[in-house]
């Protein structure tokens, strides 16, 4: 894409059915890393009255041929990305060759070579790079595959259940695959190679054998326990929470080391990234097992929505990703802690998200216009997609919410759908009015909730007023639905049931006007309210609760979400005083608070251990219209020295008790979470006692205890890191997954040579530009977490970031457009780091040649 000349966006208004359809798909591939040759067989039907052309997308194919019902065909027009075919019959068979070269596609979209093996990425239109298709998700076809390739690929693999396998007279073999459940194009997938491979059985709640099997490089067999073990439950859960159940006689998994997301649902073959896939206790830490368990189970969920019921159009993301999200929150938190990853999803939310919804990139979670599909992959639509089915949920509670699913698959089983659909389906299944609250699909931005609390004591009455702000950046915004959850609690810590007009009432308010008030009678003593209680609705929250209410909900507010939500407010309003003013210390309460939650620790030992770490850079910066880099980064290191010096010999007291049998039990992640953060606080010290656990922790067997120690030594600028971080690099350079933690933890250098030190590090024998793990790992690191570094005063950080951009625009456009990011609130920064970010986004825009992928973005950051 030229500066020059622009893409063409498209409009969600603009929406036309397909005027053709293709009801089957037989497909061969002869596989060369240089040449393959595929070669179609389309059942093409024509679906609209007149005689308009069908409209074939492909991207870097050669052409060879075209034949209509076995006759060689001429009336036809090629471009650059279509094949143009006229005056087709209402019904004919379509015969398409082409040619593809696999070896030099490194944008790891259609078919691409990686280590050896072949591999597919259509999502989102990667299926237009393999052949001439129809490549959009409102086709729907069944597919017949036939690979055949030199043996040297023993493994040759499709979607759906393998008809046949064999040899050929050339010396090849090959492979039949069918899917007998009509999918679209992106829903494609192929893998050829040779692996390692562990097999297993499922049986589900019908009696039918499901065989499993999972693919990994040679060698990796004993890092796939985990996630196999993590498949199976997501298949039970699926059962038991929605009564799905799996359709295919085989479901396969397949690790590849280069790949741009995290995993792909492909009908019946997932592709995933190896870090999503690969992990043992020696080499992957406890949030690695965690990921594995929840991406597995996302792609595993997939199957019914988003497979078995699909998007319309791309706008239409949301209903699969959003859904799908909530869905395996739900599964991590019924498998594990409701409250932990609550707050995982909300600090998603508050640092990422909400950093999107008001920058130039702001989108609703069904999008109204795009121009690259792939860049709404985004926090919008995956996470605010989730948190608006949350909320439906809320609305409707869990037996109307089933009803509503169930009512959903009933009526679109084998079709491709909108959002309005889903939410019809749960409007009529409980007969609960949505209409107002769709406006959470189609307006962009945070909403700001301002809440003022008022007692009543000569009549014993407590009132909330809510008021709705519109986003500053979308100010005509209409007013929502939101589910706004509270708790009211006595002075002594206990439940209060509200009642509302004499009558006793549920703890979730709807929120539906620009401002409402609620009355709550029958209290004798002003209460403490726990305000939107588990993060109900995804909204900024301006409140008058005082510091000694959030320390009283901290210690009794029923959800432990919302008791570490008030310890995170204490620490934001403690922090934006100690901007202002560099003498402001965290107060005593909140440290004997601490203090004691350390020493007695009681309870979930993962939750004290959230509650012990201030709130991102991030999340505070969301409370700046023009963010203070130097003073939050400065109030957020005293405070955490004051942390560090002032709870030295409780933390010392904890570390030293606490001990776990080394397992991935839910006890043992816990106890490591609160050494985890132990250490954190300990290397800050110059304590002889801390330094000789560090190092005991850094040569541990256990990954997650040794990051746990780098990661604290290496902020700390401890003596100890540079020695240790080499240890680790000898030790670990033949593992390249275990290599993407060593450069993060490189690209966290606090120092003023941190960027040299990267720039040093492209050298590194582990280190691959076309690589989006190394990548990210290393630049992707330092520009989101590396704080102090990346905005450092020489502007040397944002250069470092934009010379990778210009290196990835020509390598794998997604990726670099997936890194843009940081430079995406540039105008919220002060005036001079402001005009630097904006210098390296003019560099990006006056390439030659810039790809769609950054082509959107940056025009839409220099607008």
Known sequence: MSAISKPTAQYLKDYKAPNFTI???????????????????????????????LVLDGIDLTFISLKVDSKDYADYTLTDEQLIINNLPTHCLLEIVNKISPQTNTSLEGLYLTAGAYCTQCEAQGFRKITYYMDRPDVLSSFDVMIIAQKKLPHLLSNGNMLDSGELADGRHYAKWQDPFKKPSYLFALVAGDFDVVNDTYITQSGRSVELAL????????????????????????????????????????????????????????????????????????????????????????NWTGNRVTCRDWFQLSLKEGLTVFRDQEFSSDLGSRALNRIDAVKVMRTHQFNEDSGPMSHPIRP????????????????????????????????????????????????????????????????????????????????????????DEANNCFSLTIEQNSPENFPENKPLHIPFAIELLDNKGNHIT???????????????????????????????????????????????????????????ARSEFSRWDAQQQLFINQIKLAVDDESVELSTALIDALALLVSEQKGDLALIAELLKLPSFDTLA??????????????????????????????LSCYEQLHDDGSVSADAVAVRALKQVCLHYLAQTESEQAAALLNDAAKSNNMTNVLAALSALVKAEHPLAKKLLDIFDSQWRHDVLVMDKWFALQAMQPNDNAVDNIIALYEHPCFDFSN??????LVGSFSHFNTAQFHRADFSGYKLLGDLLIKLNAINPQNASRMLTPFMSWKRYDKKRGQAMRIQLQRLADLAQLSDDLYEKVTKALA
């Open 23 to 53: 009801n089957h798909t037989d497909l061969t591939f002869e596989l060369d890393s240089n040449e393959t040759i595929v070669s179609s067989k389309l059942n093409v039907e024509r679906v609209s009255s007149d005689n308009s052309a």
């Open 215 to 302: 693919f990994v490089d040679k060698g990796n067999l004993d890092k796939t326990h985990h996630a196999l073990a993590s498949l199976k439950k997501a298949m039970q859960w699926d059962e038991e929470r929605f009564n799905l159940e799996y359709d295919l006689d085989i479901y396969m998994i397949v690790a590849v080391d280069f790949f741009n997301m995290g995993a792909m649902e492909n009908k019946g073959l997932n592709v995933f990234n190896s870090k999503c896939v690969l992990a043992n206790q020696e080499t992957a830490t406890d949030k690695d097992f965690h990921t594995i368990e929840s991406i597995v189970g996302h792609e595993y969920f997939h």
């Open 368 to 455: 109204e216009k795009v121009i690259e599909m792939n860049n709404f992959y985004t926090v919008t639509v995956y996470d605010k997609g989730a948190e608006v089915i949350r909320m439906m949920h809320t609305l409707l509670g869990e037996q109307n919410f089933q009803k509503g699913m169930d009512l959903y698959f009933d009526r679109h089983d084998g079709q491709a759908v909108t959002c309005d659909d889903f939410v019809s389906a749960m409007s009529d299944a409980s007969a609960i009015d949505l209409t107002q609250f769709k406006l959470w699909y189609s307006q962009a931005g945070t909403a700001k909730l301002v809440v003022s609390q008022q007692y």
């Open 498 to 556: 509200p009642v509302q007009d004499n009558e006793k009432t549920g703890g979730v308010l709807d929120v539906t006007k620009q401002s409402q008030t609620f009355h709550f009678v029958e209290l004798s003593h002003r209460p403490v309210c726990v305000l939107l209680e588990d993060f109900s609705a995804p909204c900024l929250l301006e409140q008058n609760t005082s510091d000694e209410d959030l320390l009283h909900i901290m210690r009794f």
């Open 622 to 651: 969301a409370h700046y219209e023009v963010i203070p880099v130097e003073k939050l980064v400065g109030a957020i290191s005293r405070f955490e020295l004051q942390l560090a010096t002032q709870l030295n010999k409780v933390l």
């Open 772 to 777: 989006p793990n190394r990548v990210r790992a």
